[in-house]
């Protein structure tokens, strides 16, 4: 089955700077890769995602970009804030018989010192 | 509110009890998932139905049975609680498909706190 790995497990940065969290998948079918915030207290919620015929994608001070040969995707966020202090995850997804496989990575807390 | 809800929020219950979490989704997705988050925030899959019927189950004991009465409810009932079954399970859906394209964001509820004393 597919397996996700994500690094580092908490980072910690000054307000300003830039995060970037990375994360490798195994299986060469997956073709969607969304990242979820999940805040304390809260559910997961959609960031941003990218499909595997799109190489990098953006949205205001986050992006997000795709190595399918060598089967890794990151995050980048860019001058950071402290409400973007939360738990951050990677996941792949693939067509398993006509329903979607998700599998998460095991989480990114981000830190964001005022 | 368009969301996914589920009820209730904490559960505080002695060990070999039985107890139900409710969730429903008033997005009109056919897709709903139950997912288990352990203390060091691992994600884990544990049922998907789709349309009302089992499409994954993942390694679960069959002390926790899904039930999935309409698409837009998917209940979990857990028997015979243990220690170990103390952590934050999450309730999400998501549409089979958008715009023809088959892997979609998923919805996630707020999630509840079921600790096992």
């Known amino acids: 089955g597919e397996n996700v790995e994500q690094h580092p497990s908490t980072l910690s940065v000054q307000e300003g700077d830039s995060a970037v969290i990375k994360c490798t998948y195994s299986?060469?079918?997956?073709?969607?890769f969304p990242w979820y915030k999940q805040e304390l207290g809260k559910g997961p919620q959609l960031i941003i995602d990218?499909?595997?015929?799109?190489g990098e994608k953006k949205d205001q001070r986050i992006a997000v970009t795709l190595n399918k040969t060598a089967k890794h995707f990151s995050l980048h966020i860019t001058e950071t804030q402290p409400e973007d202090s939360a738990v951050y995850f990677c996941?792949?997804?693939?067509?398993?018989?006509?329903?979607?496989?998700?599998?998460f990575g095991t989480g990114t807390k981000l830190q964001v010192i005022p | 509110d368009t969301a996914v809800s589920q009820t209730p929020k904490y559960l505080v219950t002695q060990m070999g009890n039985d107890k139900s979490i409710k969730c429903e989704q008033n997005l009109g997705h056919d897709t709903m998932y139950w997912y288990k988050q352990d203390s060091k925030k691992f994600l884990k899959i544990m049922f998907s139905?789709?349309?009302?019927?089992?499409?994954i189950n993942e390694t679960v004991p069959n002390r926790f049975s899904p039930k999935s009465p309409d698409k837009a409810h998917l209940n979990l009932h857990i028997n015979s609680l243990e220690l170990g079954d103390s952590a934050v399970y999450f309730c999400?859906?998501?549409?089979?498909?958008?715009?023809?394209?088959?892997?979609?964001?998923?919805?996630f509820g707020q999630g509840t706190r079921l600790t096992v004393v």
């Open positions: 299986d060469s079918a997956s073709n969607y």
């Open positions: 999400a859906s998501s549409p089979l498909r958008e715009r023809g394209v088959m892997n979609t964001e998923a919805f």
């Open positions: 139905y789709n349309n009302k019927e089992l499409i």
């Open positions: 996941a792949a997804s693939f067509d398993s018989g006509g329903y979607q496989k998700v599998t």
């Open positions: 990218i499909r595997s015929n799109v």
